[in-house]
């Protein structure tokens, strides 16, 4: 009787062992898929360079890994990683959070600004060096909750592509979208000047 009562521990034991071992099995390998989940990438398009870049310029993840990719062609050419601060990982899940960009409609942009053209009658803004901004933005921020504003499902990105963006925000003060798309793309702009020889890998 003393053996069949021991027995019952030592089976939940065996369980509890098992189960652990599954769950940091679990642990381990979507551990790092999680933290390496990209939350936001930048690019830029020039009308007059080729677009061969193998990555966008510059990709931010999940658990705060920053990667440049500067193509042959350009003066600081290679890879470089860093980590940004916890406080600089809340400033850009504030401002891709921002209901402007998580439903930037290009069109919709577009036509607001040919309608105000059209009202005011201003000669038309020419730039005859096109560059597109492109940003893709994952509605999660580091901690795996839904960002601010944020629409879609988890596995949706929200793709962003606009031409000359600080000139047409300056030139359309009054079309919100442009103004939180032009600071959203000053901050990844000012991240990419934090690649240096310090933390270049290629």
């Not at 069109?107 to 000669?123: G, R, S, Y």
């Not at 003060?173 to 939180?180: A, D, F, I, N, R």
Request: glycine share 4%.
């Amino acid at each position: 009787m003393k053996g069949a009562r021991l027995s019952m521990p030592y089976e939940l034991l065996c369980k509890h062992i098992h189960y652990s071992l599954i769950f940091a099995l679990l642990m381990i390998v979507s551990g790092p898929v999680l933290a390496n989940d990209l939350i936001v990438t930048y690019d830029q398009q020039h009308e007059l360079l080729a677009n061969n870049n193998p990555e966008p310029l510059l990709s931010i993840y999940a658990n705060g890994k920053a990667r440049a990719v500067y193509p042959e062609y350009m003066k600081k050419a290679g890879i470089y990683e860093w980590q940004l601060s916890d406080s600089e990982m809340k400033v850009l899940h504030r401002l891709i959070g921002k209901q402007g960009i998580q439903q930037f409609d290009e069109q919709a942009v577009k036509e607001e600004i040919e309608a105000k053209n059209e009202q005011d009658k201003p000669l038309p803004l020419y730039i005859s060096d096109s560059t597109t901004t492109v940003i893709d933005i994952k509605n999660l921020n580091a901690s795996g909750e839904v960002i601010e504003g944020a629409v879609g499902s988890e596995e949706e990105l929200v793709s962003i592509a606009f031409e000359d963006v600080p000139e047409m925000a300056e030139e359309n003060p009054e079309v919100t979208e442009l103004g939180e798309l032009q600071t959203l793309q000053s901050r990844m702009e000012a991240i990419l000047k934090q690649a240096s020889s310090k933390n270049r890998i290629n």
